[in-house]
């Protein structure tokens, strides 16, 4: 299947990036950040520590945290046990519980599963921590996007200011570094670039650059 996998960390513009990807090669973009967050939601939701590893996956064994995925018009809705969850998984909270529960095997084996069965069943733009080096090996594209995190805490900053909000910079570069530290020095598929995977780092460059250079990488193997 010509699956295109996306891995970076948090804040380098992956589901904007995947976005407009997908929509320009006309494959659909799977954010596997938002079945983690989904997850994150159904435990905190069912009021379980995300910190408490035997009572998170004593839920998702007892089936009180199946996400599922589905697409309306091109876009992703997320749901977890049959609720459309798709807003409310967009908090700073959600991702704090998803990073968090992102450590379990328990969490890990059963996402992974969906995901490649998703990925079996059409051409798609997978983006998300270990996408490239478990989730689909034998992608034919690969991509590790980057930047600096000054550069992705400055990109957040302006977000937040766009919003209306008051940020402070040096909050949200420690938010970044915590949460790097956290994804790439878990015990179970920590996140990592793939031996195979191209490097881009979109540090300096422009969003449209950062889309044609990874559009260039897909038309090099005809997705
Ligand atoms: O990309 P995001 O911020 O929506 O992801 C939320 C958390 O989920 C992130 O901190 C780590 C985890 N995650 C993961 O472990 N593996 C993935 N494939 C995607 C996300």
């Known amino acids: 299947m010509l699956n295109i996998a996306i891995d970076g960390p948090v804040g380098a513009g992956k589901s904007t990036i995947a976005d407009e990807v997908s929509r320009r090669l006309g494959i659909l973009h799977l954010d596997t950040g938002a079945m983690y967050r989904a997850v994150g939601l159904a435990v905190t939701d069912a009021g379980i520590d995300p910190q408490n590893e035997a009572a998170v996956a004593a839920l998702c064994d007892d089936g009180g945290a199946r996400v599922d995925v589905r697409y309306e018009n091109g ?3 997320t749901l977890v046990n049959g ?3 798709t807003g409310r998984i967009r908090t700073q909270e959600a991702g704090t519980a998803a990073s968090a529960v992102s450590r379990y095997p328990a969490v890990r084996h059963m996402l992974v599963a969906r995901q490649r069965e998703l990925a ?3 051409p798609m733009l997978v983006d998300g921590r270990d996408i490239g080096t478990v989730v689909l090996p034998d992608a034919p594209v690969k991509v590790y996007l980057t930047a600096t995190p000054e550069a992705r805490a400055t ?6 200011r766009e ?3 008051n940020p402070d910079f040096e909050a949200i570069l420690a938010e970044v570094n915590a949460r790097d530290h956290q994804d790439m020095t878990r015990a179970v598929d920590p996140l990592r ?3 195979d995977a191209v490097l881009v780092d979109s540090s300096n460059l422009s969003f449209e650059q950062t889309v044609q250079a990874i559009l260039r990488l897909a038309e090099a193997v005809h997705v």
């Not at 990109?155 to 937040?160: K, Y």
């Open 75 to 77: 876009a992703q809705v």
């Open 155 to 160: 990109r957040r900053l302006n977000q937040l």
């Open 193 to 195: 670039q793939a031996a």
């Open 163 to 165: 919003k209306g909000e």
């Open 83 to 85: 609720l459309d969850v």
């Open 120 to 122: 079996r069943e059409q």
